[in-house]
T-cell receptor
């Protein structure tokens, strides 16, 4: 069974204070690792897909990296508008579904 | 605008009163799915559909039904809702689930309360 564990559960940063969120996973035959952003009461918004170890993707202040066991979402010089819950999900090779972690609630204070 | 829409967005009902939550996408996506999101449990898949007339159970299908008679629509049916089905529900779609490039796009959510 695919499993995803995200840490920390919550992270509070000051504006401009860079940090990283962790997503550890176990999956049989990784078909893709996905990062989403979710604002309160809204649907998850797609950020990145990573497919193989060593891959990196960037978007504005966010950078996602992937190893064989975990993924990191690095946030550089965050702003208050980056405050949200960040979700990690994996798709294994034996099925079509996404398995989600429970998310990291990021709060960036001005 | 490419999007996944859900209706209603908010619903309060009583135990046992049948209800349907609609989901529609305008992106010609083959794959559609329903999730529920509960505090401390994250997003869990209820049902999914690979194409018209093809549906299968996810992780938590008990108490739910789905149908896929048209490509764009994937309604979620609760025949006899119970309080433990109070949750935030999301519909999602992707072009084709088995392709390595496919990303699931989510609707805005339906907050359901069963009294």
């Amino acid at each position: 069974e695919d499993q995803v564990t995200q840490s920390p559960e919550a992270l509070r940063l000051q504006e401009g204070e860079s940090s990283s969120l962790n997503c550890s996973y176990t999956v049989s035959g990784l078909r893709g690792l996905f990062w989403y952003r979710q604002d309160p009461g809204k649907g998850p918004e797609f950020l990145f897909t990573l497919y193989s170890a060593g891959e990196e993707k960037e978007k504005e202040r966010l950078k996602a990296t992937l190893t064989k066991k975990e993924s990191f979402l690095h946030i550089t010089a965050p702003k208050p508008e980056d405050s949200a819950t960040y979700l990690c999900a994996v798709r294994g090779g034996s099925n079509y579904k996404l398995t989600f972690g429970k998310g990291t609630l990021l709060t960036v204070n001005p | 605008e490419a999007q996944v829409t859900q209706n209603p967005r908010y619903l309060i009902t009583v135990t046992g009163k049948k209800l349907t939550v609609t989901c529609s996408q305008n992106m010609n996506h083959e794959y559609m799915s329903w999730y529920r999101q509960d505090p401390g449990l994250g997003l869990r898949q209820i049902y999914y559909s690979m194409n018209v007339e093809v549906t299968d159970k996810g992780d938590v299908p008990e108490g739910y039904k789905v149908s896929r008679k048209e490509k764009r629509n994937f309604p979620l049916i609760l025949e006899s809702p119970s309080p433990n089905q109070t949750s935030l529900y999301f519909c999602a779609s992707s072009l084709w689930a088995s392709r390595i490039t496919d990303t699931q796009y989510f609707g805005p959510g339906t907050r359901l309360t069963v009294l």
